[in-house]
């Protein structure tokens, strides 16, 4: 299963590595991955793939979430299914 990963906040040294290795902690491989920064605002966009991830769902946002909140940082996982279907035109 795929999942997209979203990542807002000011931008600040270590936002790529941390979650990342916060991913790495879940046996979650990243696929793709796009980030910028405008204006002093980081963002980023990730496919990840959660086939190896043995942690429920919800729980593995749940920690994300409480991961990005302790950085400052916005942190959503959502399922591809789900998160293609809010999006589609």
């Known amino acids: ?5 979203t990542v807002v906040g000011k931008d600040q ?12 902690q879940y046996n979650i ?8 920064v405008m204006e002093g605002y980081f963002t980023m966009m990730m496919v ?15 920690s994300m979430k409480d991961y990005g909140e302790s950085r ?9 299914d789900i998160f293609n279907a809010m999006h589609k035109l």
């Open 1 to 5: 299963m795929k999942a997209i990963v």
């Open 13 to 24: 040294v270590g936002i790529i590595a941390g979650v990342c290795n916060r991913l790495a």
């Open 29 to 36: 491989n990243v696929l793709d991955i796009s980030q910028t």
């Open 48 to 62: 990840v793939d959660l086939t190896l991830c043995d942690t429920a769902f919800e729980a593995l946002g749940r």
């Open 72 to 80: 400052d940082l916005s942190i959503r996982v959502q399922r591809e």
